[in-house]
């Protein structure tokens, strides 16, 4: 990783911070909404992952991905692990994660349920058709009556927000990729978030989209649907790929074979 | 040595009073014998001096307490803390950590920056490193090959980053260590059987001093799953994988 100096080891916080990304990845919009949620300011670079600019393949030379926060001449890349890395080098802001050691590790294990479970599945459904996205859909509803379940009786009963009345660490992060569900079902035909079937998981996205940091982060709805319908196109015009994703990407969607970037929609 | 008590797993399901009523401070860990990933928890748990009850799970015939505890993945390793369930091995090392702020070495470092990266390497280990040594130990021919190149280049990335340093964390063992420690028994195993060398001298040397000095630490060398046992459960694996793509 990027290390400037060694002067550089504990950044004072008020060392400026600059976020590598790209406008649709969801992985991006989670650190810009964690960013605002904190009230940190931060200079913006937007990435063409068609070509990616040399300081990005010299900050994350071990996946060449967005987003990468760099902050005091050091490179952080992967949002996961920023979102925590902003919570622990700015104590003075507004928490991500709650304060109780058994909270926090409740937020992680969902946090990576999200990530390795629900994302990969709706990226499945996003890159396959037929037979192949109707098994990709059962799972998706699968995973989201897992939540469901948490949401009316388990760890999050009776909670606005999974942070609690404001959001946090796990709201952003399944946040930041739940709105794609929408976009999808336009794209694709397939049912995802039916309001009956997951009425709190609904009104939970619902009300994560009102709030206006959430607002002022995710692109427009307009151009998420031209991105995904252009995504999609090219997915199964590349035909033969299946619903595999890439466990080792960041952007769960199907990879496309290796003529494609990684122009992948990221959940 | 560290105490841990051995339990066969309850065949009928204990009620909600009957286990309120146990010692609500005693940690309890759900494990299986060949499980790296409980063996990571373990080997924390012995960090921070904190005893615990085991409780050997049968993969095949689970207990209603593991899935009852497990039920979004049904997996080991689960512990226990004050009658609640913690799962992911990666989820359970942090929180042994901040649970047990206090007690022993801290497994996490101190400085943001370092947590974070400490985070990143425990994420590639799994997600970059794990699937191609898998993918080599469990197939052959061209993919095999392939699979073998793989591994070889992730292995390179991490040899530099621990870059002759004693432990990835430094001088005593971390996160990252536990995280990827028990590939120090697994890779020579997986080795064995393939009959190749993944870890050459010439070309990890880091490494393969890592993975001397990881096993040989008081931790470890204390609490390692049974390696004749373990080899033939991998040899069966290999077999199993190698007889389901013919």
């Known amino acids: ?267 | 040595m560290m105490k841990r008590n051995l339990t066969t797993h309850h065949s009928a399901t204990l009620s909600a009073m009957e286990r309120q009523e146990e010692d609500e401070d005693r940690v309890k860990l759900f494990g299986f014998w060949s499980s790296p990933y409980v063996y990571k928890v373990e080997w924390a748990l012995r960090i921070k001096g904190i005893q615990y009850d085991y409780i050997e799970e049968n993969l095949e015939n689970k207990s209603d307490q593991l899935l009852e505890y497990n039920p979004v993945h049904k997996k080991v390793p689960v512990l226990i803390y004050q009658g609640k369930p913690i799962a992911e091995s990666e989820v359970i090392l942090e929180f042994i950590d901040e649970a047990w702020k206090h007690h022993g070495d801290r497994i996490l470092p101190e400085d943001p920056y370092d947590r974070a990266m400490a985070r990143f390497w425990v994420r590639f280990g799994k997600d970059t490193l794990s699937p191609p040594i898998w993918k080599w130990f469990t197939t052959q021919g061209q993919e095999q090959e392939a699979a073998y190149a793989a591994a070889v280049e992730q292995l390179q990335i991490l040899e530099k980053e621990l870059d002759g340093k004693r432990f990835f964390a430094g001088e005593k063992m971390g996160l990252v260590d536990l995280s990827l420690g028990p590939f120090s028994y697994i890779i020579p195993i997986y080795e064995e059987i393939t009959g190749v060398k993944l870890i050459k001298e010439e070309k990890l040397p880091s490494l393969l001093a890592w993975m001397d000095n990881f096993l040989n630490s008081s931790i470890v060398r204390e609490h390692l799953p049974p390696m004749d046992k373990l080899k033939l459960r991998c040899q069966a694996i290999r077999e199993a994988f190698l007889k389901n793509t013919n």
């Open chain 1, 1 to 267: 990783m990027e290390k400037a100096t060694e002067n550089a080891k504990n950044p004072a916080p008020a060392a400026p911070v600059k976020l590598l990304g790209s406008w649709a990845s969801s992985y991006t919009h989670r650190v810009q909404l964690a960013l605002r949620l904190k009230g940190l300011e931060f200079e913006y670079k937007e990435e063409d992952l068609g070509s990616k600019s040399e300081e990005l393949l010299r900050l994350n030379p071990v996946h060449k991905k967005v987003p990468v926060l760099v902050h005091g001449g050091r490179a952080l890349p992967e949002s996961v692990v920023i979102l925590q890395y902003l919570d622990d080098a700015w104590p003075e802001t507004r928490p991500l994660l709650p304060a109780d050691a058994f909270d926090r590790a409740l937020a992680r294990f969902w946090c990576h349920f999200a990530d390795d479970k629900l994302g990969p599945a709706v990226g499945a459904v996003f890159a396959s058709t037929g037979e192949e996205q109707e098994a990709a859909v059962r799972q998706v509803h699968e995973n989201l009556a897992l939540l469901e379940a948490e949401l009316r009786d388990g760890a999050f009963r009776g909670r606005r927000f999974f942070g609690g009345d404001e959001v946090g660490f796990l709201d952003v992060v399944l946040g930041c990729g739940s709105y794609w569900l929408a976009v999808f079902e336009e794209v694709t035909g397939a049912r995802l978030v039916d309001a009956d079937a997951f009425p709190l998981f609904h009104a939970w996205l619902r009300d994560f989209e009102a709030l206006d940091d959430v607002r002022e982060t995710i692109p427009a709805v307009d151009r998420l649907l031209e991105y995904a319908r252009g995504v999609r196109h090219m997915l199964l015009g590349l035909a033969g790929a299946g619903g595999a994703a890439n466990p080792a990407d960041e952007a769960p969607v199907a990879a496309p074979p290796a003529a494609a970037t990684d122009i992948a929609v990221d959940i």
